[in-house]
């Protein structure tokens, strides 16, 4: 597991940089400021962190329509992406598409969109593109457990695996469609299982630890680059928040606050604050909430 302080200040960083806009994005909701329905990534931001902190400059994020933590952890602009929240011209979608449909090609992340499972085939499709030109970049694909459940996700898994693509699969499971838990909708739970009868190679991992979720995406970009072919990992996560929303929804009846409290307890951002030096995360802090405010600045300038 990785252990060595300069990465573990960028993994908190990240981590911080994610929470915190987001908590500002559900704050500023209910004013109507923000144009779009917004799907917040609180809880789940280890695995987004995990798998974009290897990853190399010239590789792709493809995200789902909660891709707030994707587009930031792989080094989207706040200031566009505020913006796109806002309507406003500045967005990084001209201010047009909202916070399901976020992209910044500039830092190789692709358009975002809010149809379940769509996304995965458009970046297979971008995978064999790479592939066709000779480039050893990758794509790394995120989608939720639902998506696992649509057609396309198998045909993009058969694909990828026979023509040998550089496309590395991220199952975001945050164990509910919506409302509908695992349990209602999976004959088993053995997704790795699955995957694995198309001959890639998966990883499955229980607690959301972003270091390990890390170190397991940087040894399976290793193989992809070799030419080995794709990559899946199962990555089991909670979001704390509603589906689709800056509340909560613990009385709605489909979940309890004592499935949060699980999660909270192993809260990625607190347990790696706690392994730095108080003044110096205090520093990180303090300069993520100057950008931030500086973000926020810019939509509603």
């Not at 990465?7 to 209910?30: D, F, G, K, N, Q």
């Not at 962190?49 to 933590?69: I, Q």
């Not at 992340?109 to 297979?124: E, F, K, Q, Y």
């Not at 509910?176 to 990883?203: M, N």
């Amino acid at each position: 597991m990785t252990t060595d302080i300069t990465t573990r200040t960028r993994l908190y960083r990240s981590l911080r940089l994610i929470r915190r806009l987001e908590e500002e994005v559900a704050r500023i909701y209910p004013s109507d400021k923000i144009k779009s329905p917004v799907h917040l990534s609180i809880g789940q931001e280890a695995v987004a962190v995990g798998v974009c902190d290897p990853m190399r400059g010239d590789d792709v994020v493809s995200g789902t329509y909660r891709s707030h933590a994707s587009y930031i952890a792989k080094g989207g602009d706040l200031k566009g992406m505020m913006a796109e929240l806002y309507g406003k011209a500045t967005g990084c979608a001209g201010g047009k598409a909202g916070s399901m449909h976020l992209i910044d090609m500039g830092n190789n992340i692709m358009g975002s969109s809010a149809v379940v499972g769509t996304t995965v085939p458009i970046a297979l499709g971008y995978a064999f593109a790479m592939k066709q030109r000779g480039q050893d970049s990758v794509v790394a694909a995120f989608f939720g457990d639902g998506a696992t459940e649509e057609g396309v996700f198998h045909e993009s898994l058969n694909f990828a695996a026979l023509k040998k693509l550089p496309v590395l699969f991220v199952c975001e499971n945050n164990q509910f469609a919506i409302h509908q838990p695992l349990s209602k909708r999976w004959a088993t739970d053995r997704l790795c299982e699955r995957v694995e009868t198309y001959g890639i190679p998966a990883h499955h991992i229980a607690d959301s630890n972003v270091e390990t979720i890390r170190d397991t995406t940087a040894a399976a970009i290793e193989g992809i680059r070799a030419g080995k072919g794709p990559a899946f990992i199962e990555c089991v996560t909670y979001r704390w928040r509603e589906h689709v929303g800056p509340g909560e929804d613990y009385d709605d009846g489909y979940r309890t606050r004592a499935d949060l409290d699980v999660w909270r307890d192993k809260d990625e951002v607190v347990r790696l604050a706690a392994t730095l030096d108080p003044a110096a995360r205090q520093t990180i802090d303090d300069a993520i909430e100057a950008e931030i405010a500086e973000a926020i600045a810019f939509a509603e300038d």
